[in-house]
């Protein structure tokens, strides 16, 4: 029953915006981590942005004060928004979710396609 379900890519000019969704069903939402991961074309995936179950937040160095995470615990929904978008940008980006107990557990959306481009 758990599913991560991305929207929200697609096209954009550099120096654009886009808003990533994820939303989430299946899991109880409040204890689990949830972060946007990003893989490029002959790229290992990375972490982009990270919103831990007790309210703090990490970004890689790449897209600190460009992109936001939030998550809205009534929708059960993270978010990233994206800004300044730059070529490098462009990646299949991961909705994901992680906990530690009682097993430790990742689960992961199908992912969403950013390409940023003239």
């Known amino acids: 029953q758990v599913q991560l379900v991305e929207s929200g890519g697609g096209l954009v000019q550099p120096g654009g915006s886009l808003t990533l969704s994820c939303a989430a069903s299946?899991?109880?939402?409040?204890?689990?981590?949830m972060a946007w991961y990003r893989q490029a074309p002959g790229a290992q995936r990375e972490l982009v942005a990270a919103?831990?179950?007790?309210?703090?937040?990490n970004y890689a160095d790449s897209v600190k004060g460009r992109f936001t995470i939030s998550r809205d615990s009534a929708k059960n929904t993270v978010t990233l928004q994206m800004s300044n978008l730059k070529p490098e940008d462009t990646a299949v980006y991961y909705c994901?979710?992680?906990?530690?107990?009682?097993?430790?557990?990742?689960?992961w959306g199908q992912g969403t396609q950013v390409t940023v481009s003239s």
């Open positions: 994901n979710a992680y906990r530690r107990l009682p097993i430790r557990t990742h689960y």
């Open positions: 299946g899991i109880m939402f409040k204890i689990y981590d």
């Open positions: 919103f831990s179950s007790g309210g703090t937040t």
